[in-house]
Structures are given as C-alpha cells and as structure tokens.
C-alpha cells in the first residue's frame, strides 16, 4: 500500500511540475522616433504589447501606431535600446492595430527570450525605420485575436519598401532588412496560425489529471493486497 501511495504521489508530482513549466511572457514597448538609431525626428508614435507563449510558441498581441498609411514595412528585429539588429520577424500588414498572431521557430525563439528586442516601423521618409519601440517585459498578458485580421510573418515581397534596393539602407536596417543578413533567398518565415492552443496550458488541469493518476495506483495497491 505504502509503495503504491509513493508512486502516485511521485507521478503527480511529475505531472504538476510538467505542468507548471509551460509559461506565458509579456512584452511592452513606446514608439517613438527618439529611440531610433540614430534618433529621427517626427511626431509619430505607436505602442506594442506582445504575449509569448513558450508551450505553444505563440506570439499574441497588438501593435499600433500613429503612421497611418505610410508604413511600408514592418518587423520585430533583435538588438538591445541604443543598438541596431537584425529582424527575425517580418510582418506584412501595417493598418493599426496590428494584430500579432505568429508561431515562432526555435531561431526566432531564441531572439525573443534573450529580453533584447523591438519593433521597428519603416515608411518612405525614413527607410531605416521612423518609429522603434524596444520591447521590456511588463504589461497585460494578450490573447491570440482568430477574428481580427492577421498581421502574420511575410512571406517576401509585402516588406519590399524598406526591405530592397536604396530603400534598405538605412542606419536602423543592419545593411538591409533580411533575417539572413548575407543577401540571397530571403530566411523561411514563421508559420501562420490564426487559431492560438491552450492545450496543456492551464496549471489546473495538469494538477486534476495528477490527482487522478495517484488515486488510481493506490486503488490499484489495494486491490492486489486484498488478493
């Protein structure tokens, strides 16, 4: 019977802690000219709210703005406040609100987590990006938006004003908009997914189906004893 009890409490206790390991991340930043590289004057601002979700490896949220249709791209880039990078995330509608709904890949991954990271706006006037905001962690957790139209990761060519030719050569750009940064055929972009999982999120559940599991065995204990 002892032995029994033991092994379901270690089975919950391995079910909870699975549990408890999937993690939700908020991410707020200001946009504004002023924290662009080098800094560029306009009256423009906008502001980001992005929710990462590391069981799904979704991320959620909004992103708006004051540019109105003189966005020509737009994209989350890796770098800390004061530094330029590169994108790894590459958006390709620009109407505010953006609705943010993307499923990372480990690369991209690996850019969000590191804390350093932001969104950059490109228009025409400032190919090198006239708004930037840099993203810290902090604000309401955002859920995954499958009515609002996604701004999703382009697939090449949305991103073409500030992404090709003269138009990329901006301070803020690295060289030129591409995830590869070396030229050549563009990076593979995130899959879209308009739908956001919960699956196996909710802390809760996990706990129920441990408490479950452990009755079990020891019912099962008993059983034989009795035998």
Do not use: W
Request: hydrophobic share 40%; with cysteine; net charge negative.
């Amino acid at each position: 019977m002892k032995t029994s009890l033991s092994l379901g409490a270690a089975l919950a206790a391995l079910l909870v802690t699975g549990a408890a390991s999937a993690a939700k991340t908020t991410y707020t930043g200001t946009l504004n000219g002023a924290s662009e590289v080098p800094p560029v004057v306009t009256e423009a601002t906008g502001a980001a709210t992005l929710t990462f979700d590391d069981q799904t490896k979704k991320l959620c949220g909004t992103i708006s703005h004051t540019l109105g249709a003189a966005v020509e791209a737009a994209h989350l880039h890796a770098g800390a406040p004061g530094e330029s990078g590169a994108p790894f995330v590459v958006f390709a509608d620009f109407v505010s609100p953006m609705n943010v709904n993307v499923t990372l890949d480990d690369g991209q991954i690996t850019s969000l987590v590191t804390g350093q990271f932001y969104v950059n706006l490109h228009t025409a006037a400032h190919a090198g990006g006239e708004i930037r905001g840099d993203m810290a962690i902090g604000g309401t957790e955002q859920a995954c938006d499958d009515e609002a139209p996604d701004a999703g990761s382009s697939s090449g060519g949305a991103d073409s004003g500030a992404s090709s030719g003269g138009a990329g050569g901006g301070a803020n750009d690295a060289g030129t908009v591409r995830s590869d940064a070396g030229g050549g055929a563009e990076a593979a972009p995130a899959d879209e997914d308009d739908g956001c999982s919960t699956t196996g999120s909710a802390p809760g559940s996990g706990v129920a189906l441990a408490f479950a599991v452990g009755v079990a065995v020891a019912a099962i204990g008993r059983s034989r004893r009795k035998r």
